[in-house]
């Protein structure tokens, strides 16, 4: 047998490969042979590509457990304000975009900072107003749970004199009766979003009233295809999307079959609490999956939001708010009553739940689960774990639950400022908080994702992040893991929770031909976050980044 493509020269490191693994090859999509480059080489024929690595180490494709590909392929286009702080640089940003952007009808910036006009100013309308005092903009939290718009995109909206938008979400309203400006939640987000040439349709809540029009459906696979090509050029070759909706679920069909998908993606059903367990039914509605590039086998929930919106669900009270924990966004029963209807259906849950209380009634739900259905190999996964009680902390893995975690979540990861996060979550929380380290150490497994665009997609920055990181004071637990167990969660770890560990996430052959050439020192990442780059990507044995210049 003859290879399509090889590489040889590359090199491996023990926790991926046998030892004196320097060469790969595939055919027809799936590796043929793992080993050195005299043994893998003799399978070049007359038509066979050979790429020299130059010394570049071979991975398998990394895992991306935990994103939003439609949102994220919208901010592709947005501003990105991850870094940028202080009225001046924002005000300049937006004033380069009005020239640059003639035809937006509504300027959008996203990975705004709570404290991006500094420490205890909120932004609100005013002082976005001062930035564009008649065009509409808009700014959308790094953590994706708020938005904040000017006077225009509010008045725009119709939500200045504030509005109905459920029990979930919130239109903040000032003391004058007129909205500050901060938009809490999807649905009183939306309102604002509305005003884009995507209206609304990426948000994770979207449901169409009738049929999309052709230009905005063709505009949409535009815009997915962009973030699925973002996530090639990053290493990845499995996506697990995190909001997943009929319509979401046409347009992926579409480019899967057209080929024109360079990341495998799963895309969830989420539910709401008005959906119950009848909500389910809205699988059926997904249409047919594409075996090996798309698939629809979970359900995702909300259980809180996030703790700079005090959204999220608590065991104890917030610091200085006597009596305060937030409510959940799925009422206990309702939530026990979908997770056993899922769970007998077969599928995987995927619960968000940042605050321990939420963790709480996630593992109360599985648990409902595991007794209404008895034990199977669920994986039944937890998102985020940003707090969790010790008690809690024991009872994941003897439920079988995964931990979906991002490195670059932590206030402090790489650059993130730690206020207000780390006070309003209160020091009582901070030795469980992203406890990597202690859910390793409990045998939970772990799969690492960005939950891009709410953090950089770059698995890379994810294992820097989460490599140095330090504890927020004296006295802490060191949660961070090490690299080689880092690059196992972005890899079999995120495979083994997208029960797809039998055909990816681990080189060998037999499997899927998914893997990266990273140039550089992986084990420098610890110390800078440029120490290595994806040179590399493969999918399905068709390359799907890079490559030029090898
Ligand atoms: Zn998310």
Redesign the pocket.
């Known amino acids: 047998m003859t290879a399509d493509i090889l590489i040889v020269n590359a090199r491996t490191r023990a926790v991926i490969a046998a030892p004196g693994t320097t060469a790969v090859a595939w055919r027809d999509g799936i590796v043929i042979a793992l080993g050195d480059d005299a043994a893998v080489g003799a399978l070049a024929g007359p038509a066979t590509r050979v790429i020299d690595a130059r010394g570049m180490e071979l991975m398998p494709g990394f895992v991306e457990s ?3 590909l439609f949102m994220g392929g919208a901010t592709l286009t947005m501003l990105d304000l991850g870094t940028t702080f202080g009225f001046d640089a924002v005000a300049e940003t937006f004033a380069r975009a009005a020239t640059d952007r003639p035809g937006d009808d509504l300027i959008q910036a996203f990975s705004v900072h709570y404290t991006v006009f500094g420490e205890g100013t909120r932004p609100d309308r005013h002082i976005l107003d001062r930035i564009s005092p008649d065009r509409p903009i808009s700014l959308m939290s790094a953590d ?1 749970h708020c938005t904040w718009a000017n006077t225009a995109a509010l008045a725009q909206a119709g939500v200045l004199h504030g509005a109905d938008v459920g029990p979930e979400a919130e239109v903040v309203m000032g003391p004058d009766g007129l909205a500050t400006g901060e938009l809490r939640e999807f649905a009183a987000m939306n309102r604002v979003n509305m005003l884009s040439r995507l209206q609304g349709r990426d948000g994770l809540d979207y449901r169409p009233a009738g049929p999309v029009a052709e230009s905005d459906r063709s505009y949409d696979c535009e815009v997915i295809r962009q973030a699925a090509g973002y996530c090639a050029a990053h290493g990845i070759t499995s996506a697990v999307n ?2 997943g909706n009929a319509y979401q679920a046409g347009l992926l069909r579409d480019l899967a079959l057209a080929g024109d998908l360079p990341v495998r993606v799963s895309l969830p059903l989420r539910l709401v609490a008005s959906d119950g367990p009848a909500g389910l039914a809205m699988l059926d509605d997904f249409g047919s999956e594409v075996p090996g590039w798309l698939r629809f086998d979970r359900v995702k929930m909300f259980l809180d939001g996030v703790w700079d919106t005090w959204t999220a669900l608590t065991t104890s009270d917030y610091p200085n708010r006597p009596g305060f924990r937030s409510q959940p966004l799925i009422p206990q029963d309702t939530f026990d009553a979908i997770c056993i209807a899922a769970d007998a259906r077969g599928l995987q849950i995927a619960t ?1 739940a940042v605050g321990d209380g939420a963790v709480r009634a996630a593992i109360d739900g599985y648990a409902a689960a595991r007794r209404a259905n008895g034990p199977r190999d669920s994986r039944h996964r937890i ?2 774990i940003e707090a969790i009680t010790p008690q809690d902390l024991d009872r994941l893995a003897p439920l079988g639950i995964t931990a979906s975690m991002q490195p670059l979540h932590p206030p402090g990861a790489a650059g993130l400022p730690l206020q207000p996060t780390v006070s309003i979550m209160g020091r009582d929380r901070w030795p469980t908080a992203f406890p990597w380290r202690m859910l390793k150490d409990r045998g939970v497994p772990l799969a690492f994702g960005s ?1 891009w665009p ?1 953090s950089p997609i770059d698995p890379l920055l994810g294992i820097h992040a989460c490599l140095s990181r330090q504890p927020w004071a004296d006295g802490m637990p060191d949660q961070r893991i090490s690299l080689d167990d880092c690059l196992l969660a972005c890899t079999r770890g995120g495979a083994y929770a997208d029960f797809s560990a039998v055909r990816r996430g681990t080189l060998a052959a037999g499997l899927d031909a998914d893997l990266v050439l990273i140039d550089g020192s992986l084990d420098g990442l610890a110390e800078s976050p440029d120490a290595a780059r994806v040179a590399l990507t493969v999918c399905g044995g068709r390359i799907t980044y890079g490559a030029d210049s090898l």
Do not use: A, C, P
Request: charged content about 25%; aromatic content about 0%; hydrophobic content about 35%.
């Open positions: 935990h994103l939003h994706l995190m909001d968000h998102e985020h939950d709410v």
